[in-house]
């Protein structure tokens, strides 16, 4: 069964940053792309981050200039850099793999709180 290991959330204050990571169980370059999402109470899920194996990046409008996805081939992980953090980031990050073949199919990890204080 394919897992998704998020790491790197944490409380930090406004301006400071943060690094999440994501190892994934099987080889990182078995998924089309990888994500990060977040999503807080009430809220529904948005994607924040994807890099893809062509190493294609987007990014949300919100994250643009102050967050990095990024990824190791060799040590199956993808990153988030985040920097100038603000309240609003403040929400459970979640790690995503998306594969197409043989249907499409998405991969979660676990979540990893992230909370920014002002």
């Known amino acids: 069964q394919v897992q998704l290991v998020e790491s790197g959330g944490g409380l930090v204050q406004a301006g400071g940053a943060l690094r999440l990571s994501c190892t994934t169980s099987?080889?990182?370059?078995?998924?089309?792309?990888m994500g990060w999402y977040r999503q807080v109470p009430g809220k529904q899920r948005e994607s924040v981050a994807v890099?893809?194996?062509?190493?294609?990046?987007n990014y949300v409008d919100s994250v643009k200039g102050r967050f990095t996805i990024s990824r190791d081939n060799a040590k199956n992980t993808v990153y988030l850099q985040m920097n100038s953090l603000k309240p609003e980031d403040t929400a459970v990050y979640y790690c995503?793999?998306?594969?197409?073949?043989?249907?499409?199919?998405?991969?979660w990890g676990q979540g990893t709180q992230v909370t920014v204080s002002s």
């Open positions: 995503n793999g998306h594969r197409t073949a043989p249907w499409p199919h998405d991969y």
């Open positions: 099987e080889s990182i370059l078995s998924f089309n792309a």
């Open positions: 890099i893809t194996n062509g190493d294609i990046t």
